[in-house]
């Protein structure tokens, strides 16, 4: 008997450290890395600074590294069907890392999007979930996306679309900004003559800004890594520019 409760103990002791050991890790940023070199060569500093004002929001930044495969609704309106794939082939465009397919056939999908007709859901939400085993970093698995569309414009369930899809793809809202981003909700243009100027809402694309740090986050070349913090980030980049001087 004596024996058996030290085995427990050893094998309860060896769970407990594996435990730890694992979170200690997962709180640390060894195995998460950039391209830092081909990042400041291939993008501008106003578009490195959007990146991270919305890539790491979260502190740490996630990203899928599998393809998304989006299960459409069985019933869709055509025109929201064909704005949505508008959508998907601007991203898929951006993005060379991952592909966002749809595929009616398909047995293994991995995100819903649904088209809700109620007053419930105010605008749009999306849910992700990790793959929280994977070492050394979670990276999302699955998402599901909900777009409202009782009484809203054409506009404005676009302008949600995309803004949910920028969530799903890892990027968080930052609202004190001062330009306009579809990364945060309520595509918003300027109108009027000063001082009576007024926002309204408005829906075009992503901008610029937002086109650069998709492709910045999926960027083959780039390579950055699911894992990476914004203090790393800018250590890299700090080492890759003195690098350059030398």
């Known amino acids: 008997m004596k024996r058996f409760i030290n085995i427990f103990t050893l094998f309860a002791l060896f769970i407990f450290l594996s435990i730890t050991l694992f979170a200690y890790i997962r709180n640390q940023s060894w195995f998460s890395n950039i391209n830092a070199d081909i990042l400041i060569n291939k993008y501008t ?132 900004i001062a330009y306009q981003s579809l990364f945060n909700p309520g595509q918003r243009k300027l109108v009027g003559i000063p001082p009576n100027e007024t926002w309204v809402p408005s829906f075009t694309d992503f901008s610029s800004l937002d086109k650069a740090a998709i492709r910045i986050m999926y960027d083959a070349d780039v390579a950055i890594d699911p894992g990476m913090t914004k203090k790393k980030f800018y250590r890299k980049i700090e080492e890759a520019r003195k690098n350059m001087v030398k």
């Open 45 to 176: 500093s106003e578009e490195i600074e959007h990146f991270s004002t919305f890539a790491f929001h979260d502190y740490r930044l996630i990203k899928w590294q599998t393809d998304i495969i989006l299960e459409l609704p069985s019933s869709i309106n055509s025109s929201i069907k064909d704005d949505l794939i508008l959508c998907i082939n601007s991203l898929n465009y951006l993005m060379d890392e991952i592909k966002i397919k749809v595929d009616d056939d398909s047995d293994e999908f991995n995100c819903k999007i649904l088209f809700v007709d109620t007053l419930y859901l105010k605008s749009g939400t999306t849910i992700i979930g990790k793959n929280k085993l994977l070492l050394p970093y979670p990276t999302i698995s699955i998402g599901k996306i909900e777009v409202a569309t009782q009484i809203k414009t054409r506009d404005e369930i676009n302008s949600t679309m995309y803004h949910e899809f920028t969530h799903l793809i890892g990027f968080h809202h930052y609202q004190p």
